[in-house]
């Protein structure tokens, strides 16, 4: 199976990092509070893909897998609030 890699321009990445500190917890109570789930999922993405960039100094290109690693707890607490969701919804 192909692994999935994206490249992470440093410039874009400087831009980002003061917004990477949040985007998670931000990401979670859209989901708890609204259906915009879509949109916050993707720029906590990118924040975290900036997040990984900054730590590493440089563009680099950062295995997505690794990157799912190493940010389970962070998917964990994500699946929890969509559960929480449902649960309030049905």
């Known amino acids: 199976m192909e692994r999935t890699q994206i490249k992470v321009d440093p410039r874009m990445a400087m831009k980002m990092s003061d917004a990477a500190r949040t ?13 915009h789930g879509y949109e916050s999922m993707k720029h906590c993405f990118l924040a975290v893909m900036a997040k990984k960039a900054m730590s ?12 799912l690693r190493m940010h ?19």
């Open 23 to 35: 985007k998670g917890e931000e990401f979670i109570q859209a989901l708890i509070d609204d259906n």
């Open 56 to 67: 590493l100094k440089k563009g680099v290109i950062v295995d997505a897998a690794d990157l």
């Open 72 to 90: 389970r707890n962070r998917l964990s607490q994500i699946v929890n609030a969509m559960d929480l969701k449902e649960k309030k919804t049905a």
